[in-house]
Nanobody, 125 residues
Framework: QVQLKESGGGSVQAGGSLRLSCVSS????????MGWFRQAPGKEREAVAG???????LYADSVKGRFTISQDNTENVLYLQMSALKPEDTAMYYC???????????????????WGQGTQVTVSA
């Protein structure tokens, strides 16, 4: 059973930066599909960024050029560096994992079977 724990959320002003971390434990596969998702109040959860088992990276159009996903496979930590934050980035951010290859691609939400509890990001104007 994979467990995911996010951290690094907080409150920042527009234009600021934050780095989210997701520590995973209980891994049994040699490769994982990993992703970041977010859910704003009153909205559906949406994909932000993902890395597939072959380290191919995808970003949602809304965050391209501002967010960077990366991972430390030695420490089993997934990161999301967020820059030039906007008020519309305000949401609960979730880390997700799937053993082996992605179902679809790394932004396909339905393919993930392990989820963290989330970390809140609030961006003020």
């Amino acid at each position: 059973q994979v467990q995911l724990k996010e951290s690094g959320g907080g409150s920042v002003q527009a234009g600021g930066s934050l780095r989210l971390s997701c520590v995973s434990s209980g891994r049994t596969y040699s490769k994982y599909c990993m992703g970041w998702f977010r859910q704003a109040p009153g909205k559906e959860r949406e994909a932000v960024a993902g890395i597939d088992a072959d380290d191919r990276i995808l970003y949602a159009d809304s965050v391209k050029g501002r967010f960077t996903i990366s991972q430390d496979n030695t420490e089993n930590v997934l990161y999301l560096q967020m820059s030039a934050l906007k008020p519309e980035d305000t949401a609960m951010y979730y880390c997700a994992a799937r053993g082996g290859y992605c179902y679809g691609d790394a932004l396909t939400q339905v393919g993930y079977n392990y989820w963290g509890q989330g970390t809140q990001v609030t961006v003020s104007a």
